[in-house]
């Protein structure tokens, strides 16, 4: 096709958009929508990918996460009802590994953080308190082990641990809450109707965009005092109790991820008294483990949330083509004069079909435009982690067009075959 006879084209279609506003509006209106929604998403699901695998990754490569059971046993299909049955960890667990494990330089355990089990309370301060938050119980080298700063003050130590001292640590959330303008450092704060000394505030934690209602909303305590309070006794047991005690293993340095595994492995299996033909009772994660398992729930997020707004796409393009079917027979006497005096199939073809990829094409980059202020929006509002890559807006603009094209296709293939005759006759 010449160039004069193209540009002549994208000329007819413009004007054509540029003379029926509201239609034209009123066609790319589901094109919007479903583009909006494609680039929105994505943006947030993107940045909270992102903002996960970072602190998965804060974690360090080599640390050995070992549980009653995880994620990991639940995706690959596991019965819950087997799980639970699993023996309970302990904290002689954890001494155990640090003995006899020779690859493990560092344990660590801790209780009441995340999952079934998860304790939360509110610290109170005079007259003011906090927000319910999340009180850790767990041994002295929680910072090493998890890489957190202590900015004021200090973490506790062994003795303080094994004497069941009742000393805090507080997080960020608390210390704002708390101490605005004071110095925390010696003063006495109630958790539940406990007191505890504080003697020490943790700089913000590696966390998921550091949401509001995420990591610093914590207290760490000893967990010998967290037993104390809250009567937990960390014993052994096979009877389906739920106890949510992760213990972390941290291989010494020039020690194979793989030989600290297997060291680990060997550890529990002997003090659970497994046979060699039975499956361990226990789960064992590291950081590739926890990435593999986000890969796989991430994915089939994604996918949904693509295919959900792929539906208003759908909608959008069934417009297009009822917009365009209109317009063929609106400008039936017009197709009939451009052929009379010389148009030919194939241009008459490309003036409908470009006009449908025009107008889709717009609605794409107005979707792109809204998506990626929604996008914004929610960051600045909520600081939720957003992340906008050039290929979002290639899939949006890609998606777009290829609606124009296949749901303009029939419009545009009707009116290039309407006989020149007839079509001046039309009324």
């Known amino acids: 096709m010449r160039g004069s006879l193209l540009r002549e084209i994208v000329v007819m279609a413009l004007t054509t958009i540029r003379t029926q506003k509201m239609r034209s509006g009123l066609t790319i209106l589901g094109i919007v929508i479903g583009i909006t929604a494609i680039v929105g998403m994505t943006s947030l699901i993107r940045g909270f990918d992102e903002s996960l695998r970072d602190s998965i990754r804060e974690i360090g490569p080599d640390t050995i996460f070992v549980a009653q059971f995880s ?33 493990i330089a560092q344990v660590n355990i801790t209780i009441g953080e995340g999952g079934p089990g998860s304790t939360r ?5 005079g ?7 999340t009180i850790t119980g767990t041994t002295h080298n929680y910072p090493d082990v998890f890489h957190i700063t202590v900015e004021q003050g200090r973490f506790f130590t062994e003795g303080e641990v094994s004497h069941r001292r009742r000393v805090v640590v507080l997080g960020q959330t608390p210390y704002l809450a708390l101490f605005p303008n004071v110095d925390p450092i010696g003063k006495t704060v109630r958790i539940g109707n406990q007191p505890y000394t504080v003697i020490g505030v943790m700089g913000a934690r590696p966390g998921i965009g550091q949401l509001d209602a995420g990591q610093d909303d914590i207290a760490v305590i000893p967990h010998s005092a967290y037993q104390r309070q809250f009567g937990v006794r960390l014993t052994r047991s096979r009877r389906g109790r739920l106890q949510f005690l992760m213990i972390a293993a941290v291989p010494r340095e020039g020690v194979a991820r793989e030989d600290a595994l ?34 796989q729930v991430s994915s089939a997020t994604f996918l949904a949330l693509v295919a959900i707004s792929s539906i208003a796409l759908l909608v959008g393009g069934i417009g297009v083509m009822a917009i365009m079917t209109i317009s063929v ?77 296949v749901f303009g296709i029939v419009p545009a293939i009707r009116a290039s075959g309407l006989d020149p005759i007839e079509a001046l006759r039309y009324e």
């Open 71 to 103: 994620a990991v046993s639940m995706m690959s299909g596991a019965d819950f009802n087997e799980l639970i049955k699993r023996p309970t960890l302990t904290p002689a667990d954890a001494r155990a590994i640090e003995r006899q494990a020779e690859s």
């Open 121 to 125: 309370r509110r610290l109170f301060y």
């Open 127 to 133: 007259g003011e308190r906090t927000k319910l938050l």
């Open 262 to 295: 297997r060291d680990v492995t060997e550890v529990m299996r002997i003090r659970h008294g497994l046979r060699l033909d039975e499956p361990n009772d226990f789960d064992l994660m590291t950081q590739d483990a926890a990435l593999r398992l986000w890969d």
């Open 329 to 405: 027979k609106e400008r039936t006497r017009e197709i009939g004069t451009r052929k009379a005096i010389g148009a030919r199939r194939r241009e008459i073809l490309w003036q409908f079909l470009l006009e449908a990829v025009f107008l889709t094409a717009i609605g794409g980059v107005l979707g792109i435009l809204f998506g990626s202020g929604i996008g914004m929006g929610v960051h600045y509002a909520t600081a939720f982690p957003v992340s906008l890559p050039w290929w979002s807006f290639a899939i949006g603009i890609g998606f777009s067009a290829t609606v124009g094209i």
